[in-house]
Nanobody, 118 residues
Framework: QVQLVESGGGLVQPGGSLRLSCAAS????????MGWYRQIPGKQRELVAV??????????NYADSVRGRFTIARDNAKNTVYLQMNSLKPEDTAVYLC?????????WGQGTQVTVSS
């Protein structure tokens, strides 16, 4: 079993920055993918940023709306993935969820609220 715990959310003004963390604990095993999604009420959950590992090659993908502003990174020693969010906009307001696929199973964190408002 794997648990994912997000942290780092909060209230920021437009143009501000936040750094989200997602710590994984338990039997991680092989990591297929880890990333961040966000849920906005009334809208479909969307991918924000994700990395995948295939045959030793890591690739990253970003939503068009965040590319150039957000950066995903990971610390393998800490089993933690980060999302650095810069130049935040009101439309970035959402619950941000960490997702991981370990050993063929999908895990979700509980989410952390990010609110961008004046």
């Amino acid at each position: 079993q794997v648990q994912l715990v997000e942290s780092g959310g909060g209230l920021v003004q437009p143009g501000g920055s936040l750094r989200l963390s997602c710590a994984a604990s338990g039997t991680i095993g092989r990591i297929y993918t880890m990333g961040w999604y966000r849920q906005i009420p009334g809208k479909q959950r969307e991918l924000v940023a994700v990395f995948t590992v295939f045959t030793g090659v890591e690739t990253t993908n970003y939503a068009d709306s965040v590319r150039g502003r957000f950066t995903i990174a990971r610390d393998n020693a800490k089993n933690t993935v980060y999302l650095q969010m810069n130049s935040l906009k009101p439309e970035d307001t959402a619950v941000y969820l960490c997702k991981g696929v370990f050993g063929g199973r999908i895990y979700w964190g509980q989410g952390t609220q990010v609110t961008v408002s004046s």
